[in-house]
């Protein structure tokens, strides 16, 4: 049974870091495309980070481009997303995601999904 588990998430002062892991089980970690998603309340699901599965490969939504950073650990099957210069507009809950064929890039066709973890940055 495959699992994926966010945790990290919390309340930060806009200009605050944050970081969240993913906690991968059920899946070979070490071979699977691993990504970050974020759902604001009242908008869609969209792209923030993706990870080639050596972690060779990145890919970052414009407005988190030069505050987040995407890595994972794949000798402990975890994920990450460091968050820095955290805006208000950030605010969402973020989740994680994996498979096993994509490439790096902002689609939403992955096949496992976490229950996410609330981010909120107050103003």
């Known amino acids: 049974q495959v699992q994926l588990v966010e945790s990290g998430g919390g309340l930060v002062q806009a200009g605050g870091s944050l970081r969240l892991s993913c906690a991968a089980s059920?899946?070979?970690?070490?071979?699977?495309?691993m990504g970050w998603f974020r759902q604001a309340p009242g908008k869609e699901r969209e792209f923030v980070a993706a990870?080639?599965?050596?972690?060779?490969?990145?890919y970052y939504a414009d407005p988190v481009k030069g505050r987040f950073t995407i890595s994972r650990d794949n000798p402990k099957n975890t994920l990450y997303l460091q968050m820095n210069s955290l805006k208000p507009e950030d605010t969402a809950v973020y989740y994680c995601a994996a498979d096993k064929y994509l490439y790096p890039s902002p689609t939403e066709k992955y096949d496992y999904w976490g229950q996410g973890t609330q981010v909120t940055v107050s103003s």
């Open positions: 990870i080639s599965w050596r972690g060779g490969r990145t």
């Open positions: 059920g899946v070979p970690f070490s071979i699977y495309t």
